[in-house]
């Protein structure tokens, strides 16, 4: 089996804050970014794992440098070792008895193991010839729970609970399958409700979307309460109401103060009020959930609860009716899969956290695996789908009637054109130095 020879990463970041994309009430002018990690071997058959971890611009540095920091751990081992005990590799990268101090589990540091946990995974079904839902869902299920640390989560699921969940959605498992090649899964788009965008691109961006076949809209709402009321009112106006509308304070809110605007907004008929408040606060959300369940208003997050225990306390606090995970928030595919299985166990529909760069070429697969594998439910399940940089990705996803179609190549779909990787390294890249000179962004 090939040894590891190597880990680069880079400093990839998109100018997305010149036209307001991905912004909201707390992230107003973000440069869709992210730390990028290159895995190679001494295997001779040319394959590598890519992976990644969003960020938002200033401080991706920062997360290279943790990336790096971390090579030390992986250069040298067989994938074998990995792959054969990934749930102990997975343990050994996040418990470093130095490192783990500036986590641990969470921060830049996790950040940074989601990029290479990720490449790992990127790797493993590139070897295995695999798209990786397809690596996940073939995967027996003693395999694929080896591959979790049960360590703080066994107080409500265990190793054993979770391969039993396994097996007993074995049987129409070849149909799901099925189906979801057929159908794709289905998704909702983020990229109408921007809160930098005028009243003008919301109207035209609704539109298209409609025109598109989309059925579920997202609004970004927080920064000011009228404003939020007349935004509201403009998407319902353009997407009608028997289409759907969930609205997104990216955590701007106290607890209290969650309740009084989502009981304002109740008028618009949202499906869910998402990240009202701090993503570790476990027990205001559960306050938050109780107070808006009358009106028929679910609260969704995750996209920054920072790994499983915080998902743990969610869901045994009733602090969540959607659970939206990220694929690179937590420490990759491993922890992703945990939060999975507990959602299924408490009854709680996942709802992936999409956007940014790369995250819905992830999610896609995450997903389905989910669907086929684990709740063999659609009901109250979406995806998220941002329409940013998707075309910078040598596989970009594919959209045919507001559905994910199931990627078919081999991997996690995380590998960049090799001209993106160069144009878009930060400061160095071509793009960047023509934006330096155009007087656009200042060097550092």
Not at 98 to 115: C, D, N, Y
Not at 146 to 157: G, H, N, T
Request: charge should be negative; charged fraction near 25%.
């Amino acid at each position: 089996m090939p040894t590891i020879t190597g880990l680069k990463a880079y400093d990839l970041r998109f100018p997305t804050s010149l036209e307001a994309h991905g912004s909201d009430a707390m992230h107003t002018d973000p440069d869709y970014s992210c730390g990028y990690a290159v895995i190679t071997t001494d295997a001779g058959d040319g394959l590598e794992g890519h992976g990644l971890t969003f960020t938002c611009g200033r401080g991706t540095e920062v997360v290279v440098v943790a990336i790096q920091s971390l090579s030390f751990l992986l250069v040298g081992k067989k994938l074998e070792d990995i792959y054969d005990d990934f749930s102990s590799f997975w343990r050994a990268l996040t418990s470093e008895s130095q490192m783990r101090w500036i986590g641990p589990e969470k921060g830049v540091i996790h950040l940074a193991t989601a990029a290479i946990v990720n490449a790992l995974w990127d790797l493993w079904a590139k070897r295995e010839g695999k798209p990786l839902w397809k690596l996940l869902v073939d995967m027996e299920p003693e395999k694929l729970v080896s591959c979790i640390d049960f360590r703080y989560i066994s107080d409500v699921l265990t190793k054993e609970e979770a391969v039993e969940m396994l097996k007993k959605k074995q049987e129409g498992k070849a149909d799901r399958e099925k189906e979801m090649l057929e159908k794709g899964y289905p998704a909702y788009i983020t990229s109408a409700g921007w809160l930098g965008y005028s009243e003008d691109e919301i109207r035209k961006r609704c539109r298209e979307g409609l025109a598109q076949g989309w059925t579920r809209f997202k609004v970004k709402v927080g920064a000011d309460l009228a404003d939020d009321v007349r935004r509201c009112g403009l998407i319902r106006e353009e997407i009608g109401w028997d289409n759907t509308m969930m609205v997104d304070a990216n955590q701007r809110w106290d607890v209290q103060e969650s309740i009084d605007h989502m009981i304002r907004l109740a008028e618009f008929k949202p499906l869910w009020i998402e990240e009202p408040t701090s993503p570790d606060d476990a027990l205001g959300h559960a306050t938050i959930a109780k107070a808006l369940n009358p009106l028929g208003i679910g609260v969704a997050t995750g996209e920054q609860c920072q790994n499983r225990v915080i998902f743990k306390q969610m869901l045994q606090a009733g602090g969540l009716q959607f659970c939206q995970i990220d694929s690179c928030r937590m420490g990759g595919v491993n922890e992703v899969v945990s939060v999975i299985l507990m959602a299924a166990k408490f009854g709680i529909p996942v709802c992936p956290h999409a956007g940014g760069v790369g995250l819905c070429q992830m999610v896609q697969h995450l997903a389905v695996f989910d669907y086929v594998s684990v709740s063999a439910s659609l009901d109250n399940r979406v995806c998220e789908f941002a329409d940013h940089l998707h075309e910078n990705f040598k596989e970009a996803i594919v959209i045919k009637n507001a559905s994910y179609v199931l990627p078919k190549a081999a991997g996690y779909s995380t590998e960049m054109k090799p001209e993106s990787i160069s144009g878009y390294q930060y400061p160095d890249g071509a793009v960047w130095q023509q934006l330096f000179k155009e007087g656009k962004f200042t060097a550092p």
